[in-house]
């Protein structure tokens, strides 16, 4: 079994930042992808970043210049820095990670974001 669990979200106002967490564990030894999608009411989950084990990061259109992806030491963490929030961020943020040995991809439960004033 592999779990993922997220922390970091909460309530901000726009302009703020959060920084989210995500720790990995269990029976994944490698993992070739990590990343945080979001999904906001009424909307399709989307991919916001993602980071691969050779560090190469990518964002969707709409964050980059606010949001970083990186992963931590242990390498089964990743992190996803976020500034300058807007209204438009909130979400349910959902961590994801593909093991580079089966290509299974695994969730996280989700931490949500909320930006308002």
């Known amino acids: 079994q592999v779990q993922l669990v997220e922390s970091g979200g909460g309530l901000v106002q726009p302009g703020g930042s959060l920084r989210l967490s995500c720790a990995a564990s269990?029976?994944?030894?490698?993992?070739?992808?990590m990343g945080w999608y979001r999904q906001a009411p009424g909307k399709q989950r989307e991919l916001v970043a993602a980071?691969?084990?050779?560090?190469?990061?990518n964002y969707t259109d709409s964050v980059k210049g606010r949001f970083t992806i990186s992963r931590g030491n242990a390498k089964n963490t990743v992190y996803l820095q976020m500034n300058s929030l807007k209204p438009e961020d909130t979400a349910v943020y959902y961590c994801?990670?593909?093991?580079?040995?089966?290509?299974?991809?695994?969730w996280g439960k989700g931490t949500l974001v909320t930006v308002s004033s």
């Open positions: 994801n990670v593909v093991s580079a040995i089966t290509s299974k991809d695994y």
């Open positions: 269990g029976r994944i030894f490698s993992m070739k992808v």
């Open positions: 980071i691969t084990s050779f560090g190469s990061t």
